[in-house]
């Protein structure tokens, strides 16, 4: 097997920096104040919208984080993210944090209930779940090493949608394209060892030493994954990175037919930019619109999609 490259970022082709763009009289050290387009600070919502809600006990936890991830599973039917019988998003249980929910292996992403998911053990064994108990081999061996090695993660995704597994052909990472991009900068990475079908859970610890403490990773020749401290953050970048991927790749195009390079977003505007939108709050406020219309097909409607206050 060959040793597996590890890329954490790509450069920009072309990128314009704030910092270098100077007036006649100037210099660097006067004239670019930090955060030029303005506090990242300011993009903060507040304590209600950017987190989840809390529990007095974890059994009530565990109810509430298994009825998001069958709406979890709901939005991504709904983009389109599901391929055959591959992809799963897992959830770290909160009565037993050393195992996880995972979808039943065989179910439609749009079909899953509560009571369909499956709980397996940092060992592989479904301990319990609903009455298609067969497990993804490949969701344990990817997933339990990432739960394993990242005690931060509380979800993480992984599926073979259409342009992430497109990108991940290209055997690079993403340029920082537009402001929306920027939710990546410096925290994806590429995984370039396709080994075939992820069996081992050798090759689910490379994967997640490879992801490190980033929130995303393109698995060369086979996917994306998104990891976080939310289910709805870990929902949203998800949805996020793979259409991030589709722009890379329209925009690949239409440079290359026209001849010239791509323009990138400068370091420091592109570090700006993520202080305000790549934070794991942003993360959770972006998914709840998501998840307001997933909610639908459960004839539920709460508060901002946060699943425990009716909406009026």
Known sequence: MPAPLYIASAEPVVSFDSSTILLASSTPETTTPPYASGSPSLAYVDEEAENPPKFSTVHEERRYLKHRLAIAFRVFAQFGLGEGVAGHITVRDPVEPDSFWVNPFGTHFGLILDEDLIRVDHNGVVVEGGSNKRLNYAAYAIHAEIHKARPDVLCAAHSHSLYGRAMSATGRTLDMLTQDFCVFYNDHVLYSNFAGLVLNTDEGKAIARCLGNKKAALLGNHGILTA?????????????????????????????????????????????????????????????????????????????????????
């Open 228 to 312: 976080g401290p939310t289910i709805e953050a870990t929902v949203a970048w998800f949805v996020l990175f793979e259409r991030c991927c589709q722009i890379q790749l329209i925009a690949d195009a239409a440079a290359g037919g026209r001849g010239v390079p791509l323009v990138s977003i400068g370091h420091g505007e592109a570090q700006a930019t993520w202080e305000a939108v790549g934070t794991t709050g942003n993360g959770y406020f972006q998914a709840l619109p998501l998840f307001q219309v997933a909610e639908r097909e459960f004839n539920e409607r709460t508060l901002l999609g946060r699943g425990v206050v009716a909406s009026s």
